[in-house]
């Protein structure tokens, strides 16, 4: 079983910059890969960034690529999304997501993710 909590979220102007936090509990955080998703209102849950177990491989939604970068600190249980460039139409609730353990490549599918954390709201202005 693994915990996650996001953090960072918030209401910023268009162009200016975010970063998401995921902190990780309940299971060795190198042991599996992890994955962004959004939501906004009226919409099916989106794939965003996926990271594997290491760090050295990344994945992107075409929307998000040369804006937001993810990465990993094993050291700290943690995964983050930073965000920049942002756009009125990145605003939704980030979730971030696990794979089960052991699961260590990075996936682009919501099925592939086993937990969930509660989100956190982004909001850009235009």
């Known amino acids: 079983q693994v915990q996650l909590v996001e953090s960072g979220g918030g209401l910023v102007q268009a162009g200016g910059s975010l970063r998401l936090s995921c902190a990780a509990s309940?299971?060795?955080?190198?042991?599996?890969?992890m994955g962004w998703f959004r939501q906004a209102p009226g919409k099916e849950r989106e794939f965003v960034a996926a990271i594997n177990w290491s760090g050295a491989i990344t994945y992107y939604t075409d929307a998000v690529k040369g804006r937001f970068t993810i990465s990993r600190d094993n050291a700290k249980n943690t995964v983050f999304l930073q965000m920049n460039s942002l756009k009125p139409e990145d605003s939704a609730v980030y979730y971030c997501?696990?794979?089960?353990?052991?699961?260590?490549?990075?996936?682009?599918?919501?099925?592939?993710?086993?937990?969930w954390g509660q989100g956190t709201q982004v909001t850009v202005s235009s």
């Open positions: 309940g299971s060795t955080f190198s042991d599996y890969a």
């Open positions: 997501a696990s794979r089960r353990r052991f699961y260590r490549n990075a996936a682009r599918e919501r099925n592939e993710y086993a937990y």
